[in-house]
């Protein structure tokens, strides 16, 4: 059911108009007057006899004013001019002057549009391009050097498998040696054993001569003298032992070189990293032919699709299962994750049934997300685990952040990245990981090393890379580019912001809920104030959670259990 446009509230929604007492939405802008215009002022524009030669164009794409500069010879006058011949800025009055008098002159306003412009096309070439090249290459880099050290490792474990090869071959030869030393000396042993046998038996001998002689030489027995022959066994004859000799292995360390190995670095000249060529960024950054057609029918849809003149209820659901819609993950088609301030995460369908239900440990953050894959992603903060639930309703452990808490989480719709807002303490940084969950990049600190973060409640991704973050502590919009450059903050349009929900949509414009004032900020992607998009004229109570789905229908939830879809893009 659509409401009536209310004329008063789009004056607070939308850039007002530049014509005086006119307040509609300025949607279109004169490049000539620097401008915005609505609708029907543009149209009066274009008639009037003095602006009808006017360039009026979409207030995205309007050129950028030049900067007010005083002349210092003619403080009363402007910069405006630019000398050919002299290379140099200046006034009217200055082209008067005698040393200009037959210069040609340019206007200052063209060419700083056309240095902006060029200058825009270095920025993006450098977001789209040299970054995400370049994050590739040290990715690459990352994987190499894993691999390094799982080669080396590799390695390690093979010499030391080479060197116990040796050592037991070592101990069993020297372990065979010393039982041969064993096996010689029983032999040496007992030969030497039996020569000494030998001796104990002829002097056993000499002992029964040396008797018999005596009773030889006694007076009784002289007779014997003469009758006996004296002879006397000759000493035996021995030979002494050769002892062993130990000839010492004839070794160096070159030799036990040749036995273990060595690491040489093979004489191979190295292959340099390819890098890809920026025409074919396109296609670089998609996999698959139908990603391809879906970036090119998107990119149709941005060159028509601009700011509507009113915003539209589209429809309205109650959603079963939560007390409040803190954060919203449009799924596929037709279906929504919700998640409330208890821990409930429930699924849902635009009938208003209940798919799934889980209890979680996420209270107000953007702790869910949906892949392009078609699955959800959700944080578990007291267990620092982040969880995925696959189509067929199966939850398995994802990726664990160690001892950092992860409070959001966001799934890329360039790449499928995931970025998780994650602190410790006082302290907090985004992590980005890749689809497969390897940690990729973190993001903590400024160019000056200050901590960008504080309280990273709510995070999404805009259509150029940047990182927008909700932080509530800090009460800004904090972005930084993908490579984790600080690019801006926004602080609201008062004196106090207290940021909630945050996501962007196919032009790049930014939407976050604010819960002071019940409304929805719409900024452009440099940070740009362009309207309160909703506001509690439109019936808005306490907005908590925002959503664009791919058909740029925003969902948005708040501290009731009711999630109002709107359109605001024609």
């Known amino acids: 059911m659509s409401e009536p446009f209310d004329e008063q509230a789009a004056m607070q929604h939308y850039l007002v108009c530049g014509t005086e007492d006119c307040q509609k939405n300025g949607q279109f802008y004169c490049n000539d007057c620097h401008r915005s215009l609505c609708e029907q002022c543009r149209d009066e524009h274009l008639i009037n006899p003095k ?31 630019f000398c050919r011949e002299c290379q140099i800025a200046l006034c009217s009055k200055c082209s008067t002057m005698t040393e200009h008098h037959t210069h040609t002159f340019d206007d200052l306003e063209e060419i700083y549009s056309e240095k902006y412009a060029a200058w825009q096309g270095e920025f993006s070439k450098i977001q789209k391009y ?29 010499m030391k498998a080479e060197a116990e090869s040796l050592k037991n071959l070592v101990d069993e030869v020297t372990s065979e040696n010393i039982k041969h030393t064993h096996t010689m000396e029983n032999s040496l042993l007992k030969m030497l054993k039996s020569q000494e046998t030998t001796y104990e038996d002829y002097m056993a001998y000499l002992e029964y001569m040396s008797d018999e002689f005596q009773e030889y030489l006694s007076i009784t027995n002289q007779k014997l003298l003469f ?48 890098i890809q060529a920026m025409e074919a960024e396109s296609t670089h950054m998609k996999s698959t032919k139908k990603q391809l057609e879906q970036s090119k029918e998107k990119s149709d849809e941005k060159q028509t699709l601009c700011l509507s003149s009113s915003v539209t209820k589209v429809r309205e659901y109650s959603v079963p299962g939560v007390d409040s819609a803190r954060h919203v993950s449009v799924d596929k088609p037709g279906r929504f994750w919700v998640s409330d301030s ?25 702790y869910h997300t949906a892949t392009q894959d078609g699955d959800l992603i959700y944080t578990d903060k007291y267990k620092k685990v982040i969880y995925k639930i696959t189509s067929d309703k199966k939850i398995t452990e994802f990726i664990k952040t160690g001892d ?47 901590e960008l973060y504080s309280n990273l409640h709510y995070i999404t991704e805009n259509i150029n890379g940047d990182i927008c973050t909700s932080d509530y502590n800090k009460s800004a919009v904090v972005v930084v580019n993908k490579s984790g450059q600080h690019r ?61 789905d791919d058909e740029n229908n925003l969902y948005v939830g708040q501290i009731t259990n009711t999630v109002t879809v709107y359109k605001y893009l024609q």
């Open 227 to 274: 009758s006996k022959t004296l002879k006397i066994q000759v000493i035996p004859e021995t030979t002494k032992p050769v002892p062993p000799v130990f000839t010492a292995g004839q070794f160096n360390k070159h030799d036990i070189i040749k036995l273990l190995g060595r690491v040489n670095v093979p004489n191979t000249k190295p292959e340099k990293r390819k």
């Open 342 to 366: 208890n821990g409930n995460l429930v699924q849902t369908d635009l009938q208003g049934n209940l798919l799934q239900k889980i209890q979680t440990s996420g209270r107000d953050e953007g």
């Open 404 to 450: 950092w808490t992860p409070l959001s989480v966001h799934s890329s719709r360039i790449n499928g990245d995931i970025l998780v807002g994650m602190d410790i303490g006082k302290e907090a940084k985004v992590t980005r990981y890749s689809k497969a969950g390897k940690e990729i990049q973190n993001i903590q600190r400024n160019n000056q090393g200050q």
């Open 488 to 548: 801006f903050s926004y602080t609201g349009q008062g004196s106090r912001f207290y940021p909630y929900g945050i996501c962007t949509d196919v032009l790049g414009h930014i939407l976050v809920c604010e819960g002071l004032s019940n409304t929805v900020h719409l900024l452009d992607q440099d940070g740009g104030f362009l309207a309160f998009i909703l506001s509690p004229q439109q019936g808005i109570k306490y907005p908590c959670g925002v959503c664009v």
């Open 130 to 158: 040299f970054l995400p090249t370049s994050l590739g290459l040290k990715t690459d880099i990352e994987e190499d050097a894993t691999q390094i050290k799982k080669i080396m490792e590799s390695i390690r474990t093979s």
């Open 51 to 81: 602006t009808k030669i006017h360039e009026i164009v979409l207030y995205r794409h309007r050129k950028q004013q030049l900067p007010v500069e005083k002349c210092e010879l003619h403080p009363t006058r402007t910069v405006d001019m």
